[in-house]
């Protein structure tokens, strides 16, 4: 359900959510974690949606927090959910950000929350937070270093200094370098990739990566059993493998 704040579209098997407060650079501030967290409910609980594109309305993603509703006692976060509704959030489809102009901060986090994603060559991304005495506390010191070389990600933190888009694909941080302008359409274009794939798998997948963060191999291979024999039963393993030697798409139902 769209709201003033945060307004989502389904294209076919996909949900576009976009943060809409461009006169504030999309900041996020309690309505908008409300919007976010509606909007990942609804993708998580209709069943013909299969993954989720995050963007922000002209021209930027989100540049942090709204500093001036926080000093208002007006909470950016959700308890359970983290920052935005969504840098703690429980989730089981794909979400793809698509990053416009400015992903700072809270921005970033969110960015960075997010299982894929695609920035224009000159957008800019980074964490200030040590600028203003505070730290990134929505995820950005968890989750930088484990997309980035350890010392890069520190130089980005310990500074303060952002990044370019272009630069962030040198560094693997993005999966997808986009012209100015088209990070949606190539983030679309990826959600379509992952459609054509069965949604019980990229569950699986999701899960797995998730356990195994930081985890001995040897504790997470019982994890996969599990994950392997589930689809094994399923009907879309099935449809895939019947598929295959028939030479056909396959017809998934996420069954």
């Not at 500093?67 to 920052?83: C, D, Q, T």
């Not at 010392?151 to 100015?180: I, Q, S």
Request: proline share 5%; with cysteine; hydrophobic share 45%.
């Amino acid at each position: 359900m769209s709201t003033d704040d945060v307004r989502v579209q389904r294209l076919g098997s996909t949900l576009l959510i976009t943060i809409d407060r461009p006169r504030a650079r999309n900041a996020v501030n309690a309505a908008v974690a409300v919007g976010l967290a509606a909007a990942l409910d609804e993708l998580e609980t209709e069943p013909r949606l299969r993954a989720g594109v995050l963007t922000g309305a002209g021209g930027t993603f989100s540049a942090s927090m709204d500093l001036k509703a926080a000093l208002n006692g007006e909470p950016p976060s959700i308890p359970g959910r983290g920052f935005g509704g969504l840098t703690e959030a429980d989730r089981t489809k794909p979400l793809i950000a698509a990053v416009e102009g400015f992903a700072l901060g809270g921005g970033f986090e969110l960015a960075l929350a997010c299982d894929l994603l695609v920035a224009a060559d000159n957008a800019t991304l980074g964490l200030p937070e040590v600028k203003r005495g505070l730290i990134a506390a929505g995820g950005g010191v968890i989750r930088l270093p484990k997309r980035i070389p350890y010392h890069l990600a520190m130089e980005m933190l310990l500074t303060g200094e952002a990044v370019t888009g272009r630069r962030a694909g040198e560094l693997g941080l993005v999966n997808r370098v986009t012209a100015p302008g088209e990070a949606v359409a190539v983030a679309l274009q990826l959600a379509e990739q992952l459609h054509r794939n069965a949604p019980l798998a990229l569950t699986a997948v999701k899960s797995l990566l998730q356990a195994a963060d930081g985890v001995p191999e040897s504790e997470v291979f019982p994890a996969q059993d599990r994950q392997m024999r589930a689809l094994m039963s399923s009907t879309d393993a099935h449809e895939g493998m019947t598929a295959f030697a028939e030479r056909r798409a396959p017809k998934w139902t996420g069954k």
